[in-house]
Nanobody, 123 residues
Framework: EVQLVESGGGLVQAGGSLRLSCVASGFTFDDYAIGWFRQAPGKEREGVLCISSGDGISYYLDSVKGRFTISSDNAKNTVYLQMNSLTPEDTAVYYC????????????????WGQGTQVTVSS
């Protein structure tokens, strides 16, 4: 059974830091791009950044560059999202995603999602 389990969310003051963890199981970790998405109240889910063995780190949001970093520990099947200098605009449910392109490319992708972890940044 494929599982992605996030942890590390919580309430933090603006300017603070949090580190989210995503522990994966049930699939070959190295074969997937592992990313973080977020969804704020009333907004669509958006990609934040991801990491893969083939392409390294990719940022989807300019607003987190210089503040958020992603890393992986393949021995533990775990990906981390280090978030620094948090602002209230970072408040959202953060989801871990594992994605793999299909035989015809990313239009035929396989996605797995975690249950999400709430991050709340107070002003």
């Amino acid at each position: 059974e494929v599982q992605l389990v996030e942890s590390g969310g919580g309430l933090v003051q603006a300017g603070g830091s949090l580190r989210l963890s995503c522990v994966a199981s049930g699939f070959t970790f190295d074969d997937y791009a592992i990313g973080w998405f977020r969804q704020a109240p009333g907004k669509e889910r958006e990609g934040v950044l991801c990491i893969s063995s083939g392409d390294g780190i990719s940022y989807y949001l300019d607003s987190v560059k210089g503040r958020f970093t992603i890393s992986s520990d393949n021995a533990k099947n775990t990906v981390y999202l280090q978030m620094n200098s948090l602002t209230p605009e970072d408040t959202a449910v953060y989801y871990c995603n594992a994605a793999q392109a299909g035989p015809t490319g990313w239009g035929d992708r396989t996605d797995y999602w975690g249950q999400g972890t709430q991050v709340t940044v107070s002003s």
